[in-house]
C-alpha cells in the first residue's frame, strides 16, 4: 500500500507536470476568461476529456496481488487486470472550473476511455467518471461567488470522487473488496492532493492576468500622460503623427493609424506601403465606430476590408477619440493575426481611448476658459467709462466757441482714444506703438480738460520697439494716478509715464506725485477686484491679470509708493520673445 | 432783482461753459465760481447766491458732501442746487438733496432753458412761501403770549416785542422797556407769532416788521436794520433776507 501511494503520487506528479505546462499556453487562459457558451463547453469537455485520458494513461495496472505494469497504460488490458486511474483529478477540475455540463462531458471521454480499455472492474471505473463530473459541477455552484475554489476546500473535495470509485466497485464488483483494500486510502489521498495543487495553480495564473490588467491600465496611464504634448499640438497633423508614433512605440502593435473623420492623419508601422496618410476610405467597421462612438474590433481581413492583397493585417481595434461628444479622431490598432488581440488588448484601447478623450476634454475645456476669461477682461477694458466720454464731449462743445482749433484737435484725439477701444475686443495684443498713441490721445484729453491741475509727460524712445502688449494696459495705469493717486489734488498733479529699453526688457513705469496707495491697498491692489473698498476698483487687477496670461508671470505688475510721496506702478516684457508672440497672434 | 447764480467746476473749460450760458440770460449775475467743493463753502458765505451750479466728481470733497455742508449750515435759507454731471449715476444723491434739476453734459440747450424756467419758478415759490406769514395780514393765533421765564410767566401781546435773539441757549425777547429771557428756541417762538409781522432777516434773528426804521447796506449785499426806539441795536441781514424785505415792503406798501 505504501509503495502504491507512493506510485500514484509519482505519476500524479508528472501529469500535474503537464498540467501545469498547458497553464502556461496563451490558449489556456483564453479558456479561463471567456464566458461559457454551448459551443465553448463543447471544446472545454473535450479538452478536459484529453486531459482526463492521459490521467488514465498515467495510471497503473494492479494484477491480482502485484503491481502488473509500471509502464504508462497505452493499450488495452487483460480480463483479471485492474487499471489504477488518474483521471479523476481532470474530471473534477472541469467539473469545478466549468460546470455540470463541462464536468459531465469530460468525465463520458474519459469514462468511454477507461471502458475501452477494458480489464476488472471497466463499468464501475467508466461510470464513476461522468458521475463525478456531475457532482462536481453541481458542487461547484456553491462556490459560484468565488472564481476559483480555494485549494482547501478542493482538497476537502477532492476526498469524494474515489470514495464514490470504491463503492461503486462494491457494488458492481461485490468480490472485489481486496482491490478496494489495497487501492481506496492511495487514491483518495493522491486525488485529493492533486485536485487541491491543480487548483492552486489555476489560481495563480488568473491572478496573472489580474496582474496583466492592472498592468495594462497602468501602461494605458503612463501613454495617455505621454500623449499630453501632442495632444496640446494646434495642428492636427502633428498631433497625430506624433500620436501614432508614441503608440507604436509603447504597444505591441503591427501598425497604428490616427484618422479624422475624413482621412489617414498619420500610419506608423507595416503597410505603410498602401496605407498612407490622406486616405480618405475606411472600412465600414471605422464608420461605425465614428458613428456609435464605441469601440470596434475587426477581427477578419474583410472586416478591415483593405483592397490590397498583400495586406499584412488581419485584425483591427478601432479606438474613437470624442471631444465635447464629438468624434475628432479615429485610433486604429492593427495585429497581423486575430488572436494577437488577447482581453489585455482590449482593455487597453478601452481604456487609452477614455483617457485620451477625456485629456482632450479638458485641454478643451481650460483653452476655452482662458479665451473667456480673456475676451472678459478685454470688454471690460474696451467699456468706456462714461465720465471720460461726457465730459470731453462736453469739453468739445465749449471749445467750439472758445478755441475752435482746440476743438478740432480734442474730437480727432477722442476719436483715435475711441476707435482703439472697439478694437480692443477682437485683438489679444496690439503692438506697443498703438498702445502708445492710445496712451497719448487719453493724456491730451486730460490735459485739455485740467489745463491748471495735472501735469502728464510721456518719454518713449525715439522708435519704439516692435513689441506686442495687451491692448489698454498703459491707460488705465494713468487713469488710475488720475482718479485715485491725484484724486485730493485740486492743482500741481504730476503723471510721468516712462517707456524704457532695459537689456533685452522694455520697461514701463507710471508714476504721480499724489497720495498714493493706501498702505493696506499695495499688496492686494493687483491681486484681486477691490469692488467692495470704496475707493477701490478692478483697473489694476485687471491690466495685471492679463500680462500674466498673456505674457507670463514675469510681466506682471508691480505696485509701489514713493517714498517721496505718490505712486509708482510698474512692469516690464522680454523684447524678442514678444516679437515671435505678435506674430502668431 | 436779479437771480445770482454761482458755479461750482473743476474743469476750466466746463466753467466758461456755465458762464456763458448763464450770462445769455438776463436776470442772472454771476459770483465767482468755485473749482472745488470747499472753496464753494467759502464763496458761499460771502456772496450766498440763489443758486449753485454743482458738479459733483471734483477734487477733495465731491459736490454732493459740499452741498450737504451747505445746507446744514444754512437751514433757514439754503440756496437751490442744479446739478450738472456727465454721467446719471449722480440722480438719486441729487434728488436726496432736492436739486432743482439734473444737467447732463453736455448741455442740451433746450434742457437748459427748461432748468432754467424750473429754477425760476421755484425761487418765486419759495419767495411766497417765506413771504406768507407776512403778506397775509389777517392774523390768527392768541393776542397775547406766554412766555415762561423760569420764574414767572410773563404776558405779552405781539406788538409789544421789537426783537428776539438767541443768547447763551436763552432766547432773548426785547420789549420797549425789558428784556425776557426764556427757554423756547426762536423757531417756538416765530410758530407762535405766525400771522403777526414778524421777519427773521437772519438765521438767528427775528424781527417785528412794524418797529423798522431803516435799512443800511453793509457789505456784499448784506445790510443792517436799525430799530425805532433802539438805536444803538444793530440786527444783520442776509442778501437773501434783504431781498425779501424789500419785496415785502413793495408788497405792503
Same mark, same amino acid.
Given at each position: ?120 472492474? =471497466? ?281 475752435? &482749433? &482746440? ?47 495735472? &501735469? ?110 505718490? =505712486? ?18 | ?116 424756467? $424750473? ?32 420764574? $414767572? ?101
Amino acid at each position: 500500500m505504501k509503495e502504491m501511494t507512493i506510485l500514484l503520487f509519482e505519476r500524479l506528479g508528472l501529469l500535474l507536470v503537464i498540467a501545469f505546462v498547458l497553464t502556461r499556453l496563451p490558449g489556456f487562459k483564453s479558456l479561463l476568461y471567456r464566458e461559457f457558451n454551448l459551443k465553448l463547453s463543447l471544446v472545454h469537455a473535450g479538452v478536459f476529456g484529453l486531459f482526463g485520458m492521459a490521467g488514465t494513461m498515467a495510471g497503473i495496472v494492479i494484477d491480482g496481488e502485484t503491481i502488473g505494469q509500471f509502464s504508462f497504460v497505452i493499450g488495452a488490458v487483460e480480463k483479471h487486470q485492474f487499471i489504477v486511474s488518474l483521471s479523476l483529478v481532470a474530471i473534477v477540475i472541469a467539473g469545478l472550473l466549468g460546470g455540470p455540463l463541462v464536468g459531465t462531458g469530460a468525465g463520458i471521454v474519459a469514462g468511454v476511455h477507461l471502458m475501452i480499455l477494458g480489464g476488472v472492474g =471497466s463499468i464501475a471505473n467508466g461510470l464513476v467518471n461522468p458521475l463525478t463530473g456531475l457532482l462536481a459541477g453541481w458542487t461547484a455552484r456553491f462556490f459560484s461567488q468565488e472564481r476559483v475554489i480555494p485549494p482547501f476546500k478542493a482538497l476537502f473535495i477532492g476526498v469524494f470522487p474515489p470514495i464514490l470509485h470504491m463503492h461503486l466497485l462494491l457494488i458492481f464488483y461485490p468480490d472485489s473488496n481486496e482491490i478496494v483494500d489495497r487501492i481506496g486510502l492511495p487514491l483518495v489521498l493522491s486525488n485529493s492532493l492533486a485536485i487541491a495543487i491543480f487548483t492552486a495553480m489555476i489560481g495563480i495564473v488568473l491572478k496573472e492576468q489580474e496582474n496583466e490588467a492592472a498592468m495594462a491600465t497602468r501602461r494605458a496611464l503612463t501613454i495617455a500622460e505621454e500623449a499630453l504634448p501632442f495632444l496640446k499640438e494646434h495642428h492636427s497633423k502633428e498631433m497625430a503623427a506624433g500620436l501614432s508614433s508614441l503608440l507604436m512605440k509603447r504597444l505591441k502593435l503591427a501598425a497604428v493609424s490616427v484618422t479624422n473623420k475624413q482621412e489617414v492623419l498619420a500610419h506608423t508601422g507595416m503597410g505603410d506601403d498602401h496605407h498612407q496618410t490622406e486616405q480618405s476610405v475606411f472600412p465600414s467597421l471605422a464608420y461605425e465606430a465614428m458613428e456609435s462612438k464605441e469601440m470596434k474590433i475587426a477581427t477578419t481581413r474583410s472586416q478591415i476590408e483593405c483592397k490590397h492583397k498583400n495586406c499584412p493585417f488581419e485584425a483591427a481595434i478601432m479606438i474613437p477619440i470624442t471631444e465635447a461628444n464629438e468624434v475628432l479622431l479615429l485610433i486604429i490598432f492593427y495585429f497581423r493575426k486575430a488572436h494577437h488581440i488577447r482581453p489585455v488588448e482590449l482593455v487597453l484601447a478601452q481604456g487609452l481611448g477614455q483617457l485620451i478623450s477625456n485629456q482632450l476634454n479638458i485641454l478643451t475645456a481650460e483653452a476655452l476658459k482662458f479665451h473667456i476669461r480673456d475676451a472678459e477682461l478685454r470688454n471690460l477694458q474696451a467699456q468706456i467709462n462714461p465720465h471720460f466720454l461726457f465730459n470731453t464731449l462736453h469739453l468739445i462743445a465749449t471749445l467750439f466757441r472758445e478755441d475752435p &482749433k &482746440k476743438a478740432r484737435h480734442i474730437t480727432v484725439q477722442l476719436a483715435h482714444y475711441m476707435r482703439f477701444n472697439l478694437k480692443l475686443v477682437s485683438n489679444s495684443l496690439v503692438p506697443l506703438e498703438k498702445e502708445c498713441d492710445h496712451v497719448n490721445a487719453y493724456m491730451e484729453i486730460i490735459q485739455a480738460r485740467f489745463p491748471n491741475q495735472l &501735469k502728464i509727460t510721456f518719454h518713449a524712445p525715439e522708435t519704439i520697439p516692435d513689441v506686442y502688449i495687451p491692448p489698454s494696459t498703459i491707460q488705465p495705469l494713468v487713469e488710475n494716478c488720475i482718479q485715485h493717486g491725484l484724486r485730493n489734488s485740486a492743482s500741481g498733479g504730476k503723471v510721468e509715464v516712462i517707456i524704457q529699453k532695459q537689456d533685452d526688457h522694455l520697461q514701463v513705469i507710471v508714476r504721480d506725485n499724489g497720495s498714493g496707495f493706501p498702505r493696506e491697498l499695495l499688496k492686494q491692489v493687483t491681486n484681486k477686484p477691490l469692488t467692495e473698498h470704496q475707493n477701490g476698483g478692478t483697473g489694476l487687477y485687471n491690466v495685471n491679470q492679463r500680462l500674466i496670461s498673456l505674457l507670463g508671470e514675469d510681466a506682471k505688475l508691480h505696485v509701489d509708493n514713493r517714498p517721496a510721496g505718490g =505712486s509708482e506702478v510698474f512692469f516690464q516684457i522680454p523684447i524678442e520673445v514678444q516679437t515671435k508672440r505678435g506674430v502668431a497672434l | 432783482m436779479k437771480i445770482h447764480a454761482m458755479i461750482v467746476e473743476d474743469e476750466q473749460m466746463a466753467r466758461k461753459e456755465l458762464m456763458y450760458l448763464l450770462t445769455e440770460e438776463e436776470d442772472v449775475a454771476l459770483c465767482p465760481s468755485a473749482e472745488t467743493g470747499e472753496q464753494m463753502l467759502q464763496l458761499y458765505g460771502e456772496y450766498e447766491p440763489d443758486v449753485i451750479f454743482l458738479d459733483i466728481h471734483m477734487p477733495g470733497i465731491s459736490g454732493i458732501e459740499a452741498a450737504n455742508h451747505l445746507m446744514n449750515q444754512f437751514v433757514h435759507y439754503p440756496p437751490l442746487f442744479i446739478v450738472t454731471s456727465a454721467y446719471d449715476e449722480y440722480a438719486l444723491a441729487a434728488f436726496d438733496m432736492e436739486a432743482v434739476d439734473y444737467l447732463l453734459k453736455p448741455f442740451d440747450e433746450l434742457r437748459f432753458q427748461k432748468a432754467m424756467k $424750473r429754477l425760476r419758478n421755484q425761487l418765486l415759490q419759495r419767495e411766497r412761501k417765506l413771504m406768507e406769514p407776512y403778506v397775509s395780514n389777517t392774523k390768527s393765533g392768541p393776542a397775547k403770549l406766554l412766555i415762561d421765564d423760569g420764574e $414767572r410767566t410773563a404776558v405779552l401781546s405781539p406788538d409789544m416785542i421789537y426783537y428776539a435773539v438767541p443768547h447763551k441757549r436763552m432766547l432773548e425777547i426785547h420789549t420797549k422797556d425789558r428784556v425776557i429771557s426764556s427757554r423756547m428756541t426762536l423757531q417756538e417762538l416765530e410758530k407762535k407769532l405766525y400771522g403777526f409781522p414778524f421777519f427773521r432777516p437772519h438765521r438767528s434773528y427775528l424781527v417785528n416788521l412794524n418797529y423798522i426804521k431803516e435799512i443800511t447796506p453793509w457789505f456784499n449785499g448784506t445790510s443792517n436794520i436799525t430799530l425805532k426806539d433802539m438805536e444803538h441795536i444793530q440786527i444783520p441781514v442776509s442778501r437773501t433776507a434783504r431781498k425779501m424785505l424789500f419785496k415785502m415792503f413793495e408788497n405792503n406798501h
